[in-house]
C-alpha cells in the first residue's frame, strides 16, 4: 500500500480526534442533555477552550480535501515518490502539533504549524501539477 494512503489513513484518525475534542469540551459546558438532543436550543458562546477547539477543527475540514485530492491523486495519477510521502508526513505532523497549540491558545508558533502544514499540502500536490 503506497505510504500517501497510510497518511490519509492517519489524516482520518486525526479528523475523529478533533470531532471528538470539540464534542467533549462542547458537552463539558452544555451538558449531556444538550449532545443528545437536537441542539435547537439557543446557547451562551463557548469558552476559550471549546471555541479554539471547535475552530481548529473547522480549519481541519477546510484543508483536509487538498490533502486528500494531493495524496489520492498522486497514488492514482502514479506520481508517488519520496517527495509526495515527505509532502504528506510534514502536513501529517504539521496538523497534529497544530491542534494543542490552537487549543492551549498558542499565537505564533500555531500559525507556522499551519503554514508548515500548506508546504507540506504543496509538495504533495506539486506532481499533479505538471511541472
Request: aromatic share 10%.
Given at each position: 500500500?503506497?505510504?500517501?494512503?497510510?497518511?490519509?489513513?492517519?489524516?482520518?484518525?486525526?479528523?475523529?480526534?478533533?470531532?471528538?475534542?470539540?464534542?467533549?469540551?462542547?458537552t463539558?459546558?452544555?451538558?449531556?442533555?444538550?449532545?443528545?438532543?437536537?441542539?435547537?436550543?439557543?446557547?451562551?458562546?463557548?469558552?476559550?477552550?471549546?471555541?479554539?477547539?471547535?475552530?481548529?477543527?473547522?480549519?481541519?475540514?477546510?484543508?483536509?480535501?487538498?490533502?486528500?485530492?494531493?495524496?489520492?491523486?498522486?497514488?492514482?495519477?502514479?506520481?508517488?515518490?519520496?517527495?509526495?510521502?515527505?509532502?504528506?508526513?510534514?502536513?501529517?505532523?504539521?496538523?497534529?502539533?497544530?491542534?494543542?497549540?490552537?487549543?492551549?491558545?498558542?499565537?505564533?508558533?500555531?500559525t507556522?504549524?499551519?503554514?508548515?502544514?500548506?508546504?507540506?499540502?504543496?509538495?504533495?500536490?506539486?506532481?499533479?501539477?505538471?511541472?
Amino acid at each position: 500500500m503506497p505510504v500517501e494512503i497510510k497518511i490519509l489513513a492517519w489524516g482520518m484518525i486525526l479528523l475523529l480526534v478533533h470531532i471528538f475534542a470539540a464534542a467533549h469540551v462542547k458537552t463539558k459546558q452544555y451538558g449531556a442533555k444538550w449532545n443528545m438532543g437536537a441542539r435547537d436550543a439557543h446557547l451562551p458562546p463557548l469558552n476559550p477552550i471549546a471555541g479554539r477547539l471547535s475552530r481548529a477543527e473547522a480549519n481541519y475540514k477546510e484543508t483536509l480535501p487538498i490533502a486528500i485530492v494531493a495524496l489520492i491523486g498522486v497514488v492514482l495519477a502514479g506520481k508517488t515518490s519520496e517527495w509526495t510521502a515527505l509532502g504528506g508526513w510534514i502536513w501529517l505532523g504539521a496538523r497534529i502539533v497544530y491542534l494543542p497549540l490552537y487549543a492551549a491558545g498558542v499565537p505564533v508558533v500555531r500559525t507556522i504549524m499551519f503554514m508548515a502544514s500548506l508546504v507540506g499540502l504543496l509538495i504533495a500536490l506539486w506532481p499533479l501539477l505538471g511541472f
